[in-house]
């Protein structure tokens, strides 16, 4: 992949492609969910409701090669909401291209375009080789997370 990849917003025309990158992704964290989960997020992905994720997808030769999904919301430490950076996904062949440097840097853009300077993320420790980018774009953390169980 010669040149630099095409950020841009996600299109309806762009769904099977979405999907199936969305599926490799959900497989890395050995997940999966239904079909309908597919549409209502894709489907929230296109909406305008400033509550739901928002999608940035990578372009290469007129594929997709890469996908974020990410979120605004409020903090109650801060006046200005936060930006959640949920997913981040580059094919295979794309990796070590730059695909994911210009997805996070896209949502860090827009991150800066609605005054929210704080972007924030989350990967398992496994994930060796995204971390090695995200060492050098991030800072790590010492909070460790919890869910219900």
């Known amino acids: 992949m010669p040149d630099a990849p095409l950020i841009r917003s996600l299109r309806p025309d762009d769904r099977e492609e979405w999907a199936d990158m969305w599926r490799d992704y959900l497989a890395f964290y050995e997940t999966t969910v239904a079909d309908e989960i597919y ?5 929230r992905l296109l909406g305008d409701d400033p509550q739901d994720f928002s999608c940035f997808v990578a372009e290469a030769d007129g594929q997709l090669v890469g996908l974020t999904h990410f979120l605004f919301h409020r903090h109650a430490w801060k006046a200005e909401n936060v930006c959640y950076l949920q997913d981040l996904f580059a ?3 794309a990796r070590g291209t730059g695909v994911g440097r210009a997805l996070i840097q896209a949502v860090y853009d827009e991150a800066d375009r609605q005054g929210s300077p704080s972007v924030y ?13 995200y060492d050098r774009i991030g ?9 219900r169980s």
Do not use: E, S, V
């Open 39 to 43: 549409d209502m997020t894709f489907a």
């Open 91 to 93: 094919k295979p062949d």
């Open 121 to 133: 993320w989350l990967t398992q420790d496994f994930n060796h080789t995204a971390r090695k980018l």
């Open 139 to 147: 800072k790590l953390t010492p909070f460790i997370r919890y869910q």
